[in-house]
């Protein structure tokens, strides 16, 4: 089954308590994504991927690292996580980056962080 | 830059009535795609439909349809003979640079 995985899916953290949340596909998509979700502000994107080692800032990186070291996965990296960070996570893929043309993004099911 | 502005923060509507979800939007790009994801209370996001800028006709899919007014800048949902599985949050998203920008989302509450 196509699908993106992220793990893990709820995680209540500390301050300062370095943690990360996997993210895989096997759908062989070049381009992957992470959201965040708050309350009234929908979801942001914080990094991109468009293939293997190739990363970017999206509208709110800080705080936050990212790595694609293969192509199916796409790790979010929280050094020191701090009580603004807590929301929920998505990771997404897709063939190619968007752009003017149909390209449907799969989105995993989310990550519950909550940040103490 | 690309900006989605969803002005119904909830709505609410029978069961097997219809409703209409508003969405509005605003780029320069004169090739854009429109999607509306559904995330009910479990929080995974679901894809309902899509809509491209040079689509003639309006995206269907079951009961789900969209009403692309281009000049207007809108592209509302229509969901038809609503059903008590359809209470979730509900997304209006375009296409931007590398990304999908997202409205902040309306919810909808579905009565017996």
């Known amino acids: 089954?196509?699908?993106?995985?992220?793990?893990?899916?709820?995680?209540?953290?500390?301050?300062?308590?370095?943690?990360?949340?996997?993210?895989?596909?096997?759908?062989?998509?070049?381009?992957?994504?992470?959201?965040?979700?708050?309350?009234?502000?929908?979801?942001?994107?914080?990094?991109?991927?468009?293939?293997?080692?190739?990363?970017?800032?999206?509208?709110?990186?800080?705080?936050?690292?990212?790595?694609?070291?293969?192509?199916?996965?796409?790790?979010?990296?929280?050094?020191?996580?701090?009580?603004?960070q807590t929301s929920l996570y998505f990771c997404a893929s897709s063939l190619w980056a968007t752009g003017g043309s149909y390209n449907e993004q799969f989105f995993g099911p989310g990550t519950r962080l909550t940040v103490l | 830059a690309q900006k989605i502005t969803?002005?119904?923060?909830?709505?609410?509507?029978?069961?097997?009535?219809?409703?209409?979800?508003?969405?509005?939007?605003?780029?320069?790009?004169?090739?854009?795609?429109?999607?509306?994801y559904k995330q009910p209370s479990s929080g995974e996001m679901i894809f309902l439909i899509y809509q491209g800028s040079y689509d003639q006709q309006?995206?269907?899919?079951?009961?789900?349809?969209?009403?692309?007014q281009k000049a207007r800048k809108s592209a509302n949902l229509v969901i038809s003979a609503s059903q008590l599985g359809d209470s979730a949050m509900y997304f209006c998203a375009m296409e931007g640079f590398q990304k999908l920008v997202f409205g902040t989302g309306t919810r909808l509450l579905v009565s017996p």
């Open chain 1, 1 to 84: 089954e196509a699908q993106v995985t992220q793990n893990p899916r709820y995680l209540i953290t500390v301050t300062g308590k370095k943690l990360t949340v996997t993210c895989s596909q096997n759908m062989n998509h070049e381009y992957m994504s992470w959201y965040r979700q708050d309350p009234g502000l929908g979801l942001r994107q914080i990094y991109y991927s468009m293939n293997v080692e190739v990363t970017d800032k999206g509208d709110v990186p800080e705080g936050y690292k990212v790595s694609r070291k293969e192509k199916r996965n796409f790790p979010l990296i929280l050094e020191s996580p701090s009580p603004n």
């Open chain 2, 6 to 36: 969803q002005t119904q923060p909830g709505m609410f509507v029978q069961e097997k009535e219809a409703v209409t979800l508003d969405c509005t939007y605003d780029t320069s790009d004169p090739s854009y795609g429109l999607f509306w």
């Open chain 2, 58 to 68: 309006n995206a269907t899919e079951g009961r789900y349809s969209l009403n692309f």
